[in-house]
Structure formats: C-alpha cells, structure tokens
C-alpha cells in the first residue's frame, strides 16, 4: 500500500479518562500502536488494567480470540512523558474539558512533534481553532470528538478548524474508515453538530420540568417516540455532575431557573447512575431507571420556589417542543455550512443521540412532516413562547419553494 505522509501507523493519546480509555481501544483494535501519557500514574495504570479486563471479557463473550486480545494489549504502552512520544503520527488529547489546559498541553507537543503529525482534541465543545493557535500547525490541527463509550458508539465528529488542511481531514476520515465509525465532518461551533443542537433540546425538556411536567413524563414521551431514551434518562448515563462542575468551574450559567432542579441533586449527591441516585434510583448494580417520588417532590419545590404556576404538559407538547428545538438548531447548523448536508445531522443524531432510526433522523424526519408545516409550527411556539421559537432562515426558504432539508 502507498503512504501518504499523513497515513496513521503510531498515535498517542493523552488522558486515560473516560474517554482517554475508549480512545485508546479504538485504535489498538483497528491495528494502531498507541503509546498513552496521563499526568497521574495510577490513573494510568488503573486504564491500562480496565482495557485489559475489557479484552479478557470479549475473549469470554467470544467476540474475540485470545490470540487477537493479546495483539490489542501488545499495541498499548504506556509512556513516561510527552519526549516519548515525539515520533507519532497523531496525538488525541483527552484530557479535562478546558482550555487554558488543552492550549498548554499542544503548545508543548508542537515544540515536539515531527511537522508532518497531527494533533487532535476529544474536546465536547471547545473552540478548535482556539486550540490550533497555540501551535504553529493549525492546519493539522482538528477535533476528533468520539462519544461515550468510545469503543462502543459508532459516531465519530471530525472537527474541521478553519486552518485545518484538506489532507489532515482525508487522514482523520480514513482513520475513522479503519476504526469501524460513521464519521461525520463539522465546522467548529460551540458543542458541534451534535451538542449544539443537544442544548435547546434539553433546555425545553427542562424548562417543562418547571412548567408541570415530571422526569418520567418527559422521557416516556420521548422514549415512545422512539428515542432509546430521555432527556433525564440520559443525564443519569452521562452524569449530571459533569454540566454542574462545568458551571461552577467556568463561574456562570449556575442561576439559571432551568439548571435549579440539577444544581439541587448534585448538592444531594445525586449524580446518575454512579451514584445510585439522580433523576430516578438504581438498585446496587442495575442499571435499570426507577421511578423515584423523591424527584417528582424536588421538581414540584423547585418550581413552586421559582414562582411557576404549574400545568398539565401532554406527551404532545413534550414532543413538539423538544423535536422542534432540534430540528431548528439543526436548520442552523446547515445553514451556517457548519454540517455539509442534512444527512450528516441525521447521521449524528441516529449514531450518537439514539434518534430513533426508522424515522430517518431529525432533518429527515422534519421533511416527512413537511416543512411548510414544521415552518407554521414553530411560528405558533414563537407566537405562544417568544423569540428562541424564530425559524431558521432556511426553513422558511425551503418551505416557500416546497422544498426540503435533503434539497438544502
Ligand atoms: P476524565 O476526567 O475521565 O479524564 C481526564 C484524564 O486526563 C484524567 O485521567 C487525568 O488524570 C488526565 N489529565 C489531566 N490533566 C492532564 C495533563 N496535563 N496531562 C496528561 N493527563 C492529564 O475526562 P473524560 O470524561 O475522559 O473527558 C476527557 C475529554 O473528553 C474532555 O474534553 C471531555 O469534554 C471530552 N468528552 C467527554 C465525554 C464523556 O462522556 N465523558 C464525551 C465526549 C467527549
């Protein structure tokens, strides 16, 4: 086979997190040796220990042979610091969600690393081309963003930064090809395609939290829809935790009336599923979400503390408000050229959000309404709710010439 300068052999990962761990696996069982930094020796060797209980759990489920298990293990190594691993082809940094951290950690790699290497961030929603202008290589700069678990889920965002060269994005989309992912191409906005459109989605689910309805309600809405699961459900996946940190690391967005029903279960120690406790219960060891009368009397106090006459909210709002709010952030996304086309946001909503595949994705799913309709629809949610209701630009423009998403 010919190689590129840009063809993938070695790669480092930085951070042996969460994501760090699932990373790392990605790589070695597509052939790629990886060599692994973390600032914290135990943590690493912790992660080295979990992917090695992962392979030797595949070998026992037969997904894997012993033979090929020890050929994943032997492409992992760890190393002592960033010296050595100045050979690489590509680093991914997985480290915490900052960016005074990230901007340090890939001046020093670009002190480091050979030119020809790339450097990519796991960031969820970080500025790339704010990391990229601590190097001197901006064009091999990008964002790699897998999801969690990042062995298991198939979506991979590229993140292409405005330097970011052609020939960095054709490695990184290869690299995806022999990784077994859908990868999807985004621009560099906040949060991306997918989270970008994930925050009004949520803001609606919580802001009828404060409205009338419950966790369990919103979520067996959405679940019916075909959703593999809610809004708060999946909160308790994720962790609640990681948004409150978030807010009070970046010291706002915490006083929000939304935020108050979440700010109150982590004081409670209520982060999701890891703690046992969030928007629902799990007994010791399930994952199974049970409905918790607790919550429902949090979210009754909260709301009544916030000065909210309280209503009944059908299972009908609950999808018409959350499925708009997608579909309008997703009509901006393509709007902005930020998605290449409406299939990509599909893409990304049916392999990283549990969009419901028989409905085609949300883009596809809105030109299965019609979005003439969807257009008069969100007219009656501005009309009823205010100004965060005005229809992307473009749906209007499509609606008028009977057009759809796939034709933008
Ligand atoms: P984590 O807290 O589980 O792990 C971060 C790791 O980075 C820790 O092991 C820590 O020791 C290490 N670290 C910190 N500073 C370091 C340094 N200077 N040098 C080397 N190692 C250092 O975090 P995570 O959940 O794996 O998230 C990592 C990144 O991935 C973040 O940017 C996050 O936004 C992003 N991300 C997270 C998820 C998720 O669901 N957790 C999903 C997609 C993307």
């Not at 191409?185 to 009004?200: E, K, T």
């Not at 919103?218 to 409150?244: C, H, K, N, T």
């Not at 629902?280 to 909260?302: F, I, K, M, T, W």
């Not at 629809?377 to 473009?394: F, N």
Request: glycine share 10%; proline share 4%.
């Amino acid at each position: 086979m010919s190689q590129t300068s840009f063809e993938i052999q070695q790669a480092a990962v930085i951070g042996a997190g969460t994501m760090g761990r699932g990373i790392v696996m990605c790589l070695a069982n597509a052939g790629v040796n990886v060599q692994w930094v973390d600032n914290n020796p135990q943590m690493l060797e912790q992660a080295l220990t979990t992917i090695a209980q992962t392979y030797a759990h595949n070998v026992r489920q037969g997904r894997i042979d012993q033979a090929e298990a020890d050929a994943r293990m032997a492409r992992v190594s760890a190393a002592a610091d960033y010296a050595a691993i100045r050979n690489v082809d590509l680093v991914i940094e997985a480290v915490y969600e900052n960016l005074e951290l990230k901007q340090k950690i890939f001046r020093e790699l670009d002190g480091l690393l050979k030119p020809e290497a790339l450097l990519a961030s796991n960031t969820s929603a970080l500025d790339i081309d704010a990391i990229a202008a601590a190097t001197r290589r901006p064009a091999q700069v990008l964002g790699l963003h897998f999801f969690s678990p990042a062995h298991i889920m198939k979506l991979l965002e590229i993140v292409r930064g405005a330097q970011t060269s052609p020939a960095a994005l054709e490695a990184a989309l290869a690299l995806g090809k022999r990784m077994g992912k859908v990868s999807v191409v985004s621009g560099n906005c906040h949060g991306f395609i997918g989270n970008r459109m994930l925050h009004p989605y949520v803001l609606e689910a919580r802001k009828m939290l404060l409205e009338g309805a419950y966790p369990q309600q919103v979520d067996a809405s959405l679940q019916g829809f075909g959703f593999a699961m809610g809004p708060f459900r999946m909160y308790d996946v994720v962790g609640i935790d990681l948004e409150w940190r978030a807010r009070q690391l970046a010291g706002k967005g915490q006083d929000a009336p939304e935020v108050q029903v979440d700010n109150r279960l982590c004081e409670m120690g209520r982060f999701g599923q890891k703690s046992g406790n969030g928007y629902y219960h799990y007994e010791p060891g399930s994952r199974q979400a049970e409905h918790d009368p607790e919550v429902d009397a949090l979210v009754l106090r909260v709301s009544e503390e916030l000065g909210f006459q309280r209503r009944d909210i059908g299972p009908e709002e609950i999808l018409e408000r959350c499925l708009l709010a997608l579909i309008n952030e997703g009509a901006k996304i393509l709007q902005e050229g930020i998605a290449g086309s409406a299939h990509d946001i599909d893409l990304v909503y049916l392999n990283g959000y549990g969009f419901p595949a028989d409905k085609g994705g949300p883009m596809a799913w809105a030109d299965q309404q019609g979005l003439a309709d969807i257009h008069q629809r969100l007219l009656a949610l501005e009309t009823r709710q205010g100004d965060q209701w005005k229809p992307a630009r473009l749906i209007g423009e499509l609606a008028a010439q009977g057009k759809g998403f796939a034709h933008a």
